[in-house]
């Protein structure tokens, strides 16, 4: 296997608030392969997006990166001064954001905004940037780039900022574009072409994409391996396949049960994981999931559980399923079984919920309430 | 009244295009000029430029020199429209003169201000931390000092001149503007924009001064365009109290001050320049008024 471009170790990143430490991210290690595709899933609040600021060193006070590794090259971003971060950021790691409407400046013209980010790092020859940018415009098929360079923000289209934003990360050719839910501002249709084009450049450019998202429809299309966090932890690590067919940590089979499906009986109620996430103050003993999950043991109530492995290439924080993993590998069996475990089926014994192709089908937005942009002629 | 008459989805279409395709400053600009007042005093303004510039080549007597066989005290006449002063100069060249003092004390004023204040306020806002807490005490701890008290010492201490007595006036005019800025500042740096251009690896500078004052402007220009008359009032102010710029340059608060002493005199001495000072700060005042009604996105209709 090569080396990682990235590899995080035991991240932690807290807020210092006025009501307490939120401890937002908790020891949190993965890492990219050149030119993978990583997806990392979980509700609002479960610590993907300040995941990703830490990485990049974004995160503001009253935020602060307490501990861990974070590797890029042989390099720890977390030792660089504020000065060398910057001339990695933009240059071999790049961010897209969450709603194009608001990551570009108005008053600025697009074709200037992404120049400026090539004139910001020395990568790009000064004289080839004017062209490139017409190239990168057309290579994330905005059409008529010669004319729109000149258009300010608010004359394009969701789907175009967002397509202008991509353009503006790809213009420095990083090794990494990390997309912080990407396709969330846009309507459906506009959402699945963004994705056709993050997969194509993905292909053509060979860099590494982390794709942040809460939708699980938008992962089974793009990304090759996922990581899912809850309440500011990674329970569980696999490849799309495994996340999607056989889920190992209950949170993750939740999360997929509550996908609305094209093919479901009508009469059937779209089913939600009961409560709410924990308050990221005041975090539950043992289990960070124990006060909702369906299969809980006494153990979860004191005990967290570690990140293990449970199948090849599949990791997951669960005791279980851990227990079960053991006993089917044949080891040594965890003896204090569920006094608690509550009714219901454990994942490890279910039929698949869905196969990769078929949830990359399901019209995503569907599980968002939340409202759709503006319609756009894209 | 006329009948209320639905648009049509064209130009409803059309309409709403339209709108969103008219930029920040055309539109600020278009609701300008339907600002009667404020157009009045854009008028005003430039006929007072244009006699300032002409006041620059040409004034009909030279304003400074004694005129030989000419009465002093003079009441208007066809050779002197506006009379003359004390010493039989005319004054017609005089408040000329003295508009062109007021006008580069205002502008020249409102540009330190400017320059000094958005910086400051620039810095304070986007950085916050120590930086903004050393310029806060600074500001709030001189905010209670009356400016026209620091003006008249920081005018003494550097000497008479032109540009000591823009600087003594910015002196203390250039904490509302960085004040303003600094609120500014600190609103825009939240905004996802700037995220992304931090995100994108542009320096501070760049941020500051290529993104954060862009979509400042507004308001600055308000506050620049206030700080105008305040320079001129109390450029004339100081000159009215004999400490503004030095003879025989010709000032409007000088010449009041002369008019003043000559009222039961000659009471036009002291008409003309109460008469200029007060229209012109009424004019910057009501295009300030009228820019911030423009340009301030809670009054967009």
């Not at chain 1, 391996?225 to 940590?249: C, D, N, S």
């Not at chain 1, 369906?294 to 559980?305: G, Y």
């Not at chain 2, 007595?165 to 996802?192: H, K």
């Amino acid at each position: 296997m090569t080396a990682p471009v990235l590899d995080v170790r035991n991240l932690s990143t807290h807020f210092f608030t006025d009501d307490g430490e939120v401890k937002a991210v908790r020891n949190v290690s993965f890492s990219v392969a050149p030119g993978e595709t990583l997806g990392i899933v979980g509700e609002s609040g479960c610590g993907k997006s300040v995941t990703a600021m830490s990485v990049l060193g974004l995160v503001q006070r009253p935020g602060k990166v307490v501990n861990g590794e974070i590797m890029y090259k042989g390099r720890d971003l977390l030792k660089l001064t504020k000065e060398e971060l910057r001339a990695i950021r933009g240059r071999d790691i790049a961010m897209i954001f969450q709603d194009p409407l608001s990551s570009l400046n108005p008053v600025l013209k697009v074709g200037y905004q992404i120049e400026e980010a090539m004139h910001a790092h020395d990568k790009i020859a000064n004289a080839d940037i004017e062209n490139r940018t017409i190239d990168l415009l057309k290579q994330v098929r905005v059409s008529d780039p010669t004319r729109r360079v000149n258009d300010f923000p608010h004359q394009f289209s969701g789907g175009m900022r967002q397509r202008a934003m991509i353009a503006m990360g790809l213009s420095n050719k990083p090794d990494l574009l990390i997309a912080d839910e990407p396709t969330t501002a846009l309507d459906v249709t506009v959402q699945a072409q963004i994705l056709e084009l993050l997969r194509d450049l993905n292909e053509q450019t060979g860099a590494a994409i982390i794709l942040i998202t809460h939708n699980l429809g938008v992962v089974a299309g793009l990304c090759k391996r996922v990581l899912v966090m809850y309440a500011g932890e990674i329970v569980e690590e696999g490849t799309v396949e495994q996340i999607f067919e056989a889920p190992q940590h209950p949170y993750t089979w939740s999360l997929l049960r509550s996908v609305p499906r094209i093919d479901a009986n009508r009469g059937h109620r779209l089913l939600s994981i009961e409560g709410l996430p924990p308050d990221l103050i005041a975090l539950p003993d043992g289990c960070k999931f124990n006060p909702r999950c369906p299969f809980r043991i006494e153990r979860c109530f004191s005990e967290s559980p570690p990140i293990e492995q449970v199948a090849p290439a599949q990791h997951a924080a669960c005791w279980v399923t851990m227990q079960k993993a053991y006993a089917d590998m044949g080891a040594g069996t965890i003896t204090d079984t569920s006094p608690g475990a509550a009714s219901g089926v454990h994942p490890r014994r279910r039929q698949p919920l869905a196969t990769v192709a078929e949830a990359a089908d399901v019209p995503a937005v569907l599980a968002e309430p939340e409202p759709v942009a503006e319609p756009v002629n894209d | 009244m006329a009948a209320v008459v639905a648009p049509s989805f064209e130009e409803y279409a059309g309409g709403t295009v339209a709108r969103a395709q008219v930029g920040l400053w055309r539109d600020g600009f278009r609701r300008l000029r339907r600002n009667r007042l404020a157009l009045a005093a854009l008028i005003y303004l430039a006929v007072l430029l244009l006699v300032a510039v002409v006041a620059v080549f040409w004034t009909p007597y030279n304003p400074a020199t004694i005129l030989p066989n000419v009465l002093t005290y003079l009441g208007p006449s066809a050779a002197h429209p506006l009379g003359t002063d004390e010493l039989g100069r005319d004054l017609l060249s005089r408040m000329m003169q003295g508009a062109q003092i007021s006008l580069i004390v205002g502008v020249g004023t409102s540009a330190i201000v400017l320059t000094v204040g958005v910086t400051v306020g620039l810095v304070a806002g986007y950085f916050r931390g120590w930086i903004d807490n050393v310029i806060s005490v600074f500001i709030n701890v001189f905010y209670g000092i009356p400016g026209i008290l620091v003006a008249i010492i920081l005018y003494l201490v550097l000497g008479r001149g032109l540009g000591n007595i823009m600087i003594a006036i910015s002196a203390t005019a250039w904490m509302d503007m960085a004040r303003l800025v600094r609120g500014q500042a600190f609103s825009i740096r939240e905004r996802e924009y700037i995220e992304a251009a931090r995100a994108s690896g542009a320096k501070s500078g760049k941020i500051l001064f290529g993104h954060i004052l862009p979509n400042a402007l507004g308001p600055i220009i308000v506050q620049a365009t206030f700080v105008i008359p305040i320079a001129i009032l109390t450029e004339a102010f100081l000159s009215y109290l004999g400490l503004g710029i030095p003879e025989p340059l010709a000032s409007w608060g000088s010449i009041a001050s002369e008019g003043y002493a000559a009222l039961p005199l000659e009471p036009y001495m002291m008409l003309w320049p109460a008469l200029a000072l007060s229209i012109t700060l009424l004019a910057f005042n009501f295009l300030g008024d009228g820019l911030r009604d423009a340009f301030d996105p809670r009054q967009r209709r």
